[in-house]
């Protein structure tokens, strides 16, 4: 059985989680959240208080760690080494340390193997920032999902208030421009438009409009 990759890349808040599983849901494919699995790392980083700078010791423990991705109705279920971390990897905490590790060359190697090992025999949607340039080069279809900052910054307020968490739409702004700058301008697997992907703006689209344009692409 050939293997479908649907590949969705683009900056934090842009909608590709949204996205990604509710295509998932409506084109019965697996859904892959490969942000999830630099989290968990840097949540086991954190918790064995290790030094993010003690470069041998976080590649090390990139190849030895057990992450599973385990589907839970339309969502995911993430583990590592048996520990539950779904909630846990969405601290500020985390979100603030993953790019330490997503900047080294061979943990993002070891991810990336583990990202195309899910593949396999399954018709996956796959969501991230080197999905289609690195992960899978050769993806069915290419989504770039993007949006204006400021429509970013209010998608995550109101994520985050929603959840009880009190930010001010500055801190956020702030959190994210630095994040689009270490996703784009790192030396391995930054966050850029693959040549054969499809940009897709979404800051003035709701959600329905959003799954419609995407489909249209996915169809075409
Ligand atoms: O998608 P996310 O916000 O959960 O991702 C968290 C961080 O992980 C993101 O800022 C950069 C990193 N990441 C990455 O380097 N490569 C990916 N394919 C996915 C995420």
């Known amino acids: 059985m050939k293997s479908t990759v649907i590949a969705i890349d683009g900056p ?12 998932a849901e409506r084109l019965g494919l697996l859904y892959i959240d490969t942000g999830a ?15 993010f700078n003690n470069k041998d010791l ?16 339309k969502d995911l279920k993430i583990f590592i080494n048996g520990d539950e971390v779904t909630d846990l990897i969405r601290t500020p905490e985390v979100t603030e340390n993953t790019f330490y590790v997503a900047q080294i060359k061979e943990v993002r190697e070891e991810m990336v193997k583990k990202q195309r090992s899910f593949v396999k025999e399954n018709r ?6 080197d999905i289609g340039t690195v992960v899978f080069p ?3 279809k290419k989504i770039y999902l993007d949006a204006q900052l400021s429509e970013r910054v209010n998608r995550r307020f109101k994520e985050f208030k929603a959840k009880g968490f009190e930010y001010t739409t500055s801190k956020i702004e702030q959190e994210l421009a630095e994040r689009d700058k270490k996703d784009k301008t790192r030396l391995y697997g930054p966050l850029k438009i693959a040549d054969d992907a499809v940009y897709l703006d ?3 689209l709701n959600i329905p409009e959003m799954v419609e344009e995407a489909l249209r692409v996915i169809n075409s």
């Open 124 to 129: 996956v949607i796959m969501e991230g920032r």
């Open 202 to 204: 979404t800051t003035n």
């Open 12 to 23: 934090a808040g842009a909608g590709k989680t949204t996205l990604a599983k509710l295509l």
């Open 58 to 73: 976080v590649i090390d423990l990139s190849r030895k760690v057990d992450i599973i991705l385990r589907p839970n109705g």
């Open 138 to 140: 050769e993806a069915d």
């Open 37 to 51: 699995m630099y989290r968990s790392l840097t949540w086991k980083i954190l918790q064995l208080g290790i030094n």
